[in-house]
């Protein structure tokens, strides 16, 4: 019996982790949508990958709800389970974070071109990697990592900043593009709410590991920034 549930954790993990691929392949489809003006890419992350992602987001509370009904796990692995639901639910909104993304690219494809915008490259960017760190803390149980993720998300909330100011002044020189720099503006607040989702996740994985709970304590945050020798 203990052999099946451990193929049966393992189904898990490995499920979430094509999960995960998909998550990170809508991100970067929708982004190179959006700085390519790609219609075919920004295309199929609504059309052909968010509807895997929503089905395989029901398959995976499935698989975890039977496994906490069935099996009643302990400790460490409860702390699994439970976490791999909650991850579960920031992936799948990061899909739909991505094809927010992606209809804003096939929005600006259709308009004049506009100068480009430096800061938004360099958020994706950070975005990108917060994502890619996040998941491979969880697929390594790596705290380390994941305490990574949670410091950079302050970088990214600081050029959301950056460039509504930047579109501001532009729309104020030249409001002939301000369609645009809206659908801009909206990019750098998916892009934020998906490095949001980033963030929950490896503060999920330094629970799941740790038993540490540092959501909505900012004294156990500073204690992990303290711990990376960050001021």
Known sequence: MHRHFEDQLDELKERMLFMSS???????MSLEGLNRRDERQATAVIVEIEPQINELH???????????????????????ITSTMKIN????RMGDQAVNVAQRALSIVAQPALEPV????????IT?????????AFARRDTELARHVVLRDDDVDSYRDLIFRELIA??????????QALDLILVSRHLERIA????????DVIYMVLGRDIRHHAEEKAMVKNEMGES
Request: hydrophobic share 50%; glycine share 0%; net charge negative.
């Open 22 to 28: 998909l998550v990170e392949k809508a991100i970067h």
């Open 58 to 80: 029901l398959e995976l509370d499935d698989r975890a709800l039977q496994l906490l009904a069935l099996q009643q796990p302990m400790a460490v692995d409860l702390r699994f």
């Open 89 to 92: 639910s920031d992936l799948e």
């Open 118 to 125: 430096i800061d938004i490259p360099r958020m994706a960017d």
């Open 128 to 136: 990108q990697k917060m994502v890619k760190d996040a998941l491979d």
């Open 170 to 179: 532009q729309m104020i020189k030249d409001p002939q593009h301000i369609l």
């Open 196 to 203: 949001d989702h980033a963030t929950n996740i490896a503060e």
